[in-house]
């Protein structure tokens, strides 16, 4: 059973990529994916998915590129890690739709709070493309803004590591991991699992609670949903 009602996943694009690189999409993984939100969206969890887009672009290919042009890429990457994923649940019988920040109505449909809080609230799942529609700004902190605006009990962060750490620890042996940590010292600390933005918003906007926890499995997602203490707990 479940102890969260509504929740924003952060899902990054290479959830749905090969592990060993050199495609965009690996149909187990993206399988995998699926089956855990139908699973996850049968324990009673209303789940609205952040998109990432890193399996398909991966920002600037030179100095000289407009950043602004580079995130807009990014964010066209996102909606079509969406439309993928929106594939393969429907496949499965789920009720799900596309949301995308920016305006492109042959393909998804405009993202109002309004609409993807309906969306949730019957049984649905929402796939939060395009990022914030604004440059500059992470998909962690479009995750942020999400649970802000639908009232979620919380962010699901998955990273490539079991936890929020007081340094990285793929590169310090001695990196602590920190089970139990709070908004404000994760931005005075510089702690890098997610942007100081998203961190800032989640303070300031009343999100209660951000869970960080390795997605190298992900059932962890299942797991952290019905209570299971694992991974890094941020809070106010």
Not at 39 to 68: C, E
Not at 193 to 215: P, Y
Request: glycine residues 10%.
């Amino acid at each position: 059973m479940a102890i969260y009602r509504r929740i924003i996943l952060k899902l990054s694009g290479e959830t749905l990529s090969p592990l060993s690189g050199g495609a965009c999409y690996d149909p187990d993984r993206v399988a995998q994916a699926a089956d855990m939100l139908v699973k996850l969206t049968g324990m009673g969890v209303q789940a609205g998915v952040v998109l990432g887009g890193g399996n398909i672009w991966r920002g600037r290919f030179s100095r000289d590129m407009n950043p602004v042009n580079a995130d807009q890429m990014g964010m066209l990457a996102t909606v079509m890690n969406a439309l993928c994923l929106q594939d393969a649940l429907e496949r499965r019988g789920i009720n799900c739709v596309a949301f995308s920040a920016q305006e492109m109505n042959r393909f998804t449909r405009l993202y109002t709070a309004r609409e993807a809080d309906r969306c949730l609230a019957e049984g649905g799942v929402a796939l939060l493309s395009g990022g914030t529609g604004n440059p500059f700004f992470t998909t962690d902190t479009g995750a942020a803004l999400r649970a802000a605006e639908l009232g979620a009990d919380a962010v699901f962060k998955g990273t490539t590591v079991d936890g929020v750490y007081d340094s990285d620890p793929r590169t310090n042996p001695n990196a602590r991991l920190l089970t139990d940590i709070t908004y404000a010292q994760c931005i005075r600390q510089g702690l890098k699992v997610m942007d100081a933005t998203a961190f800032q918003l989640c303070m300031e906007r009343g999100v209660k609670a951000i869970r960080v926890f390795s997605m190298d499995d992900l059932n962890n997602v299942l797991r952290v949903a019905a209570g299971e203490n694992i991974g890094s707990l941020v809070h106010a």
